[in-house]
C-alpha cells in the first residue's frame, strides 16, 4: 500500500477542511477502502478519518423517524435499532461476519454504493433522507448506478433519517464467499404504500421494483406476487448466477422479506 | 514517523506507526506481538482478529493510527497469569479444536468475544459467529466442540459428522 497522511478530525467542519486538500479522502471503517488500498485501486495522499467525529456516532429515535449517525457500525444499529425498526436491525446483523460489522459504518455502505451491499437497499426500501454537511438527498436521487451517488467531491455523509415503516424486512441470498448479496431485497411497508429496493441484482446497482410495490399495496402477502417476474435485462451475470438466475432470485426474496415482515 | 499508543492485553505500549500501518503489523512488527497472524491480508480469512475495546477486529483492516489510545487484546493477553492456558485456549487443546494452528489466535479471539456477549451459544450460534473465521483443517466439528466446551456446555449432544 503507498503510504499517506493520515488525520482524524473530531469534527465533520474540521473534516471538510481536511478534505479539501489535493487527493484526499474520507476513511470510515474502511472494510472496503482498506482492502482496495491494498489492491492499489485507491492511493490517496491523505485520508481523513471520520471515526473520532461524535455528532457522526449513535442512533436517535424520534417519533417514526430513526436517524442513524453515518459513522454508526453495523453491530451498533443490529443492536441499538432492534426495538425501534426491526427491519433495518435485521439487515445490519446479516451484513458480512462479526468482526465487519464491528468497524463497518452505514454512510462508508452508502458512500460507497457497492452494486452487492446491503445498507443501499434499506435507505432506498424506506425512501431515507441521506444528511451530508452541505445538504439532504433523498434516497431516490441518491444512488446513482454502480459504485456512484449524488455526493459532491468532499462531500459526507453525517447522518441517515429512515421513516420507520408499519412492517420491514430484508431478505438477503449470501453469496457465502464474500458475504456480500447475491440478492438481497428490502421490503416495507407504510400507511401510504410500499417500498421494494433490490440490491445485489442489478448492473445498476439498487434499485425499486415497482411492480411488487404496486402488488403489495393493495394486498401485503406473498400471493400477492404470484405470477410477478422482474425482467432479467440488465441483471449482473458472472460466476456466482447468471442474469436469469438473479431475476428468479429478485422475486424469491421479495416473496421471503414480505412472509418475514409480516 | 508518528508514535501510536494502545493498551495492549492490560500494558500501555507504544511504537512508531506510519499511516499506513496495519494494526496487524503495528502488533507484530512495532510490539512484537506474532501471536496475531495475518493469513489472507484482505479481510477473509480471520486469523487476525483481536479484540479492540472489546469488540472483534480483523488487524489487518484497520490502521493503527485510527485506534490510537484503543483498549486491545491479542492472544498473548488469553493466557492466565501464571503462563497457564486460558480457559477458552484450555478447550481448544482438550477438544482438538486445532490441527495446523494458524486460524486459532483469531478463533480464540473470536470466541472471546462471542462469549463474553452471549455466555451459553447454541451450536448454531456458534457457527453463526464464527462464520468470518476460516479454517482449512479442522472442518470446524471440533472448533464447534471446543466453543461449547469453553462455554461450560455438554459437547456429546453436539451432532457427530
Known amino acids: ?262 | 514517523m508518528p508514535r501510536v499508543s494502545m493498551k495492549v492485553n492490560g500494558k500501555p505500549m507504544a511504537a512508531e506507526a506510519e499511516g499506513r500501518t496495519l494494526l496487524s503489523a503495528y502488533l507484530r512488527e512495532g510490539l512484537g506481538l506474532t501471536g496475531t497472524h495475518v493469513g489472507c491480508d484482505t479481510s477473509q480469512c480471520g486469523a487476525c482478529v483481536v479484540l479492540v475495546d472489546g469488540a472483534a477486529v480483523k488487524a489487518c483492516t484497520a490502521f493503527a493510527a485510527d485506534l490510537d489510545g484503543a483498549e486491545v487484546t491479542t492472544i498473548e493477553g488469553m493466557a492466565n497469569a501464571d503462563g497457564s492456558l486460558g480457559r477458552i485456549q484450555q478447550a481448544f487443546q482438550d477438544y482438538h479444536g486445532l490441527q495446523c494452528g494458524f486460524c486459532t489466535p483469531g478463533m480464540v479471539m473470536s470466541t472471546a468475544a462471542l462469549l463474553a456477549e452471549n455466555p451459553k451459544p447454541t451450536e448454531d450460534e456458534v457457527r453463526h459467529y464464527l462464520e468470518g473465521n476460516i479454517c482449512r483443517c479442522t472442518g470446524y466439528q471440533n472448533i464447534v466442540r471446543a466453543v461449547m466446551a469453553a462455554s461450560g456446555q455438554d459437547t456429546t449432544a453436539l451432532a457427530a459428522e
Open chain 1, 1 to 262: 500500500m503507498h503510504n499517506f497522511e493520515f488525520v482524524k478530525p473530531s469534527t465533520v467542519a474540521d473534516a471538510v477542511q481536511a478534505l479539501a486538500a489535493e487527493e484526499a479522502q474520507p476513511l470510515s471503517g474502511g472494510q472496503t477502502l482498506i482492502p482496495s488500498m491494498k489492491a492499489r485501486l485507491n492511493a490517496p495522499e491523505v485520508l481523513v478519518s471520520l471515526m473520532g467525529i461524535a455528532e457522526m456516532q449513535g442512533i436517535r429515535h424520534e417519533g417514526d423517524m430513526l436517524e442513524v449517525g453515518a459513522a454508526t457500525t453495523h453491530a451498533r444499529v443490529a443492536t441499538e435499532a432492534a426495538a425501534a425498526f426491526p427491519g433495518l436491525a435485521g439487515l445490519a446483523a446479516q451484513i458480512g461476519d462479526p468482526a465487519v460489522r464491528n468497524r463497518g459504518t452505514l454512510g462508508g455502505s452508502l458512500a460507497n454504493n457497492d452494486p452487492s451491499a446491503c445498507y443501499p437497499a434499506a435507505a432506498l426500501g424506506t425512501g431515507a433522507v441521506i444528511v451530508t454537511n452541505a445538504r439532504e438527498i433523498a434516497a431516490d436521487d441518491f444512488f446513482l448506478g454502480m459504485f456512484t451517488t449524488a455526493l459532491d467531491e468532499d462531500e459526507i455523509i453525517t447522518s441517515v433519517r429512515f421513516p420507520i415503516p408499519q412492517k420491514s424486512a430484508y431478505g438477503k441470498f449470501l453469496q457465502p464467499a464474500s458475504r456480500f448479496a447475491l440478492t438481497g431485497v428490502f421490503v416495507a411497508k407504510y400507511a401510504d404504500g410500499v417500498r421494494v429496493a433490490v440490491t445485489g441484482a442489478s448492473e445498476n446497482g439498487v434499485f425499486r421494483w415497482s411492480e411488487a410495490e404496486a402488488a403489495l399495496a393493495s394486498d401485503f402477502s406473498a400471493e400477492a406476487l404470484s405470477g410477478l417476474s422482474c425482467p432479467a435485462d440488465d441483471m449482473i451475470a458472472d460466476l456466482h448466477g447468471s442474469a436469469a438466475y438473479r431475476a428468479h432470485l429478485v422475486a424469491v426474496m421479495t416473496r421471503r422479506a414480505v412472509v418475514a415482515a409480516s
